[in-house]
């Protein structure tokens, strides 16, 4: 007798286990299920198909993101205004502004020198402490406006309390969104689906009179490509990887060497 196609359903990609479930609840149904004594395994698989509705498709960017991206690209254009300005203050040394030059060259290095290798928390956190500082120093604020940068940080204030909010919004949105449990839900659909396709066999020995084979045979005809694709996924990752290693290696060698 032929056997049953074996299948790691666990790892059928998300937005397939779904059509995998109900194509193989559909199959078996149309065989009479009750008649080949497998309605008891069957069953188990049917009444675990709600837990599919758990399902969804990945959350696309929220458009909160895209907001933001738009936002830290104007923060990131303002900070290089600001580090422009003084350098160009700085070129022409005009004497009348080396007192502000000697004030803002080093507030600036602080709180803005290399301010684009940090992550964006960061890079909010060293502008609120830069605003902060300015505001509270009046012998800066004044050095601000004489160099022409006042309107520059003002801007930055505003494109950072805009980014500060955007932020907690988004944050307080994604915190509501129901929980995915794709985990769960695949683990615990897979367990029956195996369940039912060993009873498949294990019944059809217990019953030699009685024909399983046309369920086998379109059940191996279903499944099959399923199987394909996993076993294709898992072929590029071996390769992906070694393709890596010998990358490594490669570069390990080479570094050695000089």
Known sequence: MQKLTSIPFSRVPKMEFRAVVTGVVAIV??????????????NLVVQSVPLLKNLRNVYKSHPKTIKLITLRNQRKNLMAAIQTQVKAAKKVGLDA?????????PFIEEYLGKILDENSVKQSERIHLMLDALEANQSFTDAFEVLGLTLYAAQLKTVQQEIDSTFDTRNTIRSNRPRMKTNEVKLALAETLVDLL?????????????????LIN????????????????????KNAKE???ATDATAASTEKVA
């Open 243 to 245: 393709a890596k290693n």
């Open 29 to 42: 149904a149309k065989y009479n299920p009750q008649a080949l004594h497998l309605d008891g395994s069957y």
């Open 97 to 105: 502004h080396a007192a502000e030059l000697e004030l803002v060259i």
């Open 218 to 237: 379109e059940l191996n005809e279903f499944l099959t490509p399923f199987l394909a694709t996993i076993k294709a996924k898992s072929t590029r990752n």
């Open 198 to 214: 060993n009873d498949i066999e294990i019944t059809s020995k217990k019953y030699p009179a009685l024909d399983y084979m046309p």
